[in-house]
Nanobody, 127 residues
C-alpha cells in the first residue's frame, strides 16, 4: 500500500513562496511517477505539474511555469514543489499523487492516471 502525505502548505501574501513536500511512508516513492494537483473551492481538481520516476522529465501547466519547480529526492522518499511568486489564484488544496510508470522517463497529467493520492495541504495566498 502506498501512503502519501503532503506538508508545507499555509498562508502567504502574494509574491511569497512556499515549499510543499510529498512523502511516501513505505519508502517506495522512487518506483513511482508523481504529480501535483490542486483544487480551489467550487472548482474541479486541476493538474499542476508532474515528474517522472527518474526525475529527468517534468511537465508544468502554463500558469505555473517559471514560478513553480518540482523536484524529487528518492533517497528521502520525497517529492517537492517549490512555489515562488505566488498569486491569489494559486489558492487551493494541493495534493500529490503517484503511479507506477511504464518507464523511468514517463510522467502523467490526468487525474485518472494516478492510483494513489494524499489528503492534500491547503495553500492560501492573500492579495
Amino acid at each position: 500500500q502506498v501512503h502519501l502525505e503532503e506538508s508545507g502548505g499555509g498562508w502567504v501574501q502574494a509574491g511569497g513562496s512556499l515549499r510543499l513536500s510529498c512523502v511516501e511512508s513505505g519508502r517506495t516513492l522512487s518506483d513511482y511517477a508523481v504529480g501535483w494537483f490542486r483544487q480551489a473551492p467550487g472548482e474541479e481538481r486541476e493538474f499542476v505539474v508532474a515528474i517522472s520516476r527518474g526525475g529527468g522529465n517534468s511537465y508544468y501547466i502554463d500558469s505555473v511555469k517559471d514560478r513553480f519547480t518540482i523536484s524529487r529526492d528518492n533517497a528521502k522518499n520525497t517529492v517537492y514543489l517549490q512555489m515562488n511568486s505566488l498569486k491569489p489564484e494559486d489558492t487551493a488544496v494541493y495534493s500529490c499523487a503517484a503511479k507506477r510508470p511504464y518507464s523511468v522517463n514517463t510522467y502523467y497529467t490526468q487525474t485518472y492516471d494516478y492510483n494513489y493520492w494524499g489528503q492534500g495541504t491547503q495553500v492560501t495566498v492573500s492579495s
